[in-house]
């Protein structure tokens, strides 16, 4: 015999919503609710009132490195051998060399499967690169000089230019990885560029609701929203002439931001002296309030999303550089996607509009 539960009479339920309406106007920075993220068309829960559970889950440990600015031991420093069997060579600012064991490679032959509905893939070709920031083993972004970071952004500009003019490669992805968190498998602070074939999942969401967007209104959507938040001035961080920094509205980790422009920028090829400057300030402002957030060298996942390099017009894109940090109440404490996150869509607890107030806060 099947158990069934017992009928509640619907007017015991209609009761009750309607008290609980009536006694509890809703309230985005307590109660839990959804927001709609349009640059990828995706949505995000946000559970404000989760933020008040006692954390008894896991924390991480907080690893003591010597501050050595010099490491024998590490590939990435001056006059080292890399793991691939290459020589350093005893580099003074940016150092840019090919990933020795690069996710893309551009001498593949192509090929390309395809069978009945389920069953698709094709050879994707493409170079990696690896961007030491500095030769001191120490100086992630928030510890350079503003000079310093100006040289790293002019160093995306011109792998974005040389790159992209490859005739196959058709998106340019550079990307940062901090922290041994985050999976960083080597300490000296470095970004890389991956560019490849194809435009990947998430720059291409973006490129189909930027599209329709700038076909409806003729404006782009970065710019146009940065102007609402300005106004609104609830979710800014900080800005300078150029660049704004915000915690987006549909921000999914708990302390993600983005710097944004002001005015339309398409991509690297098309920053100016004065905007690569003011990016290099963002850039290095953003990261030294995480560093103050729990005193400690802060973890990300940063990016930069702009224009495909794919030989078409792309007026409809802007600029923008999103940053993705995990750790939620302390230095100790992760969020993690999982459960939910993972079959469903992302969650958060706290708001943006609270994170956006802590980080501005941070001084």
């Not at 003019?165 to 901090?178: A, G, L, T």
Request: net charge negative; aromatic share 14%; proline share 8%.
């Amino acid at each position: 015999m099947r158990f069934q539960f017992p009928k509640v009479p619907q007017e015991f339920i209609a009761y009750n919503y309607r008290s609980a309406i009536m006694s509890y106007p809703f309230n985005f920075e307590e109660h839990s609710h959804r927001r709609f993220n349009p640059f990828t068309g995706s949505y995000i829960q946000v559970s404000p009132h989760r933020s008040k559970r006692p954390w008894q889950g896991q924390q991480e440990k907080l690893l003591s490195s010597e501050e050595l600015s010099f490491d024998p031991e590490c590939f990435l420093c001056p006059g080292n051998k890399r793991v691939g069997g290459e020589m350093n060579p005893e580099y003074l600012g940016t150092y840019v060399f090919a990933n020795d064991f690069g996710a893309l490679t551009p001498n593949i032959p192509e090929g390309e499967f395809e069978e009945g509905e389920f069953f698709k893939a094709k050879s994707e070709k493409g170079i990696c690169k690896v961007i030491c920031f500095s030769p001191d083993h120490t100086k992630t972004i928030p510890k350079l000089e503003l000079k310093e970071v100006v040289e790293v952004v002019k160093t995306w500009k011109r792998e974005y230019e040389l790159l992209g003019s490859e005739p196959f490669i058709n998106y340019v992805q550079v990307f940062e990885n901090k922290g041994e968190v985050m999976g960083c498998s080597n300490p000296h602070p470095h970004g890389q560029i991956w560019a490849q074939e194809s435009i990947p999942d998430e720059p291409f969401k973006k490129q189909l609701n930027f599209k329709n967007y700038f076909e409806r209104k003729n404006s782009t959507m970065v710019v146009d929203y940065v102007h609402e938040e300005l106004k609104k001035n609830v979710r800014i961080i900080d800005e300078n002439e150029s660049f704004v920094i915000l915690v987006p509205f549909w921000a999914v980790w708990p302390f993600e931001a983005m710097i944004a422009p002001k005015t339309h920028i398409e991509s690297l090829a098309s920053i100016n002296d004065r905007q690569i400057q003011d990016l290099a300030d963002a850039y290095r402002n953003l990261t030294q309030r995480y560093d103050k957030l729990f005193e400690v060298s802060f973890p990300y996942s940063a990016g930069l999303h702009q224009a495909p390099t794919d030989s078409l017009d792309h007026p409809e894109w802007d600029l923008h550089m999103v940053f993705y940090p995990p750790l939620l109440r302390s230095a100790t404490v992760k969020k993690f996607m999982v459960g939910y996150e993972m079959l469903a869509n992302p969650q958060r607890d706290l708001t943006p509009e609270k994170a956006a107030e802590i980080l501005r806060n941070v001084k």
